[in-house]
């Protein structure tokens, strides 16, 4: 199994915005790669997760890989040239189902749980249980977009998420300190690339794809 660290995810989301803030694809990908490798460490439990963020990691790579690659160099062009072109389900599920649109748009969705987590771990006290962080950051956003099936299974994997000790040695960068520090450095991008996209979405009145 692959060894994780939270620098490795921060270094990609470093790289994910041009000097005009446009989001790198490659990057964003890379990225999520990163945070697969990190829910694997937390057990198989988390398999469940990880196997549909795997799932979409995998098409939006057949893009990058494929023969309109350009196209795909990042997120702005993307959206530019599968909307000129008819290639996004803009209503319901279609010709489609596998648009790099709607499948960034799922790991979109989940960016903004991992930076309210991972803020939320940022300023927490030694004794906060991390089920709880990992429960509100949940609630607060990628649990409105999921069925009740879901929003079950994910509360059970919450409950057996390592402590926050525990976790903090999974994330595999130091001491806490050093831990809470390059939080720090990494919300704030993932934040940053979040808005972004989000505000691309809004603008294209993206949010809702099937
Ligand atoms: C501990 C920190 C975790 C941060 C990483 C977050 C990973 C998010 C993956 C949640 C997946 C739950 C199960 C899958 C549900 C899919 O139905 C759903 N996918 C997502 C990513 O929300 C919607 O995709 P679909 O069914 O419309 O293709």
Not at 21 to 48: A, D, I, P, Q, T
Not at 58 to 69: P, Q, T, V
Not at 99 to 124: I, Y
Request: glycine share 6%; charged share 20%.
């Amino acid at each position: 199994l692959a060894s994780f660290s939270l620098q490795e995810v921060l270094d990609a989301f470093k790289l994910c915005l041009s000097e005009n803030k446009e989001v790198y694809l490659e990057h964003y990908v890379s990225g999520w790669r990163g945070l697969v490798k990190f829910l694997n460490s937390l057990g198989s439990v988390f398999g469940f997760i990880s196997k549909d963020a795997v799932g979409k990691i995998k098409i939006l790579e057949g893009y990058l890989e494929g023969d309109n690659s350009s196209q795909y160099a990042t997120v702005q062009l993307m959206v530019k040239y599968e909307l000129d072109n008819q290639l996004v389900d803009l209503t319901k599920r279609g010709n489609h189902p596998e648009s790099g649109c709607r499948t960034l748009l799922r790991l979109h969705r989940a960016l903004r749980w991992l930076e309210l987590f991972l803020e939320r771990l940022r300023v927490s006290g030694q004794d906060e249980k991390t089920s709880v962080m990992c429960a509100d950051a949940y609630d607060q956003s990628l649990s409105q977009h999921h069925p009740w099936v879901v929003r079950k299974a994910a509360g059970l994997a919450f409950c057996v998420l390592p402590g926050r000790e525990a976790f903090f040695q999974v994330m595999n960068v130091g001491s806490a300190e050093q831990v809470v520090s390059v939080l720090g450095e990494a919300v704030p991008l993932i934040s940053e690339v979040y808005q972004i996209t989000e505000t691309l979405y809004a603008e294209q009145q993206l949010l809702q794809l099937p």
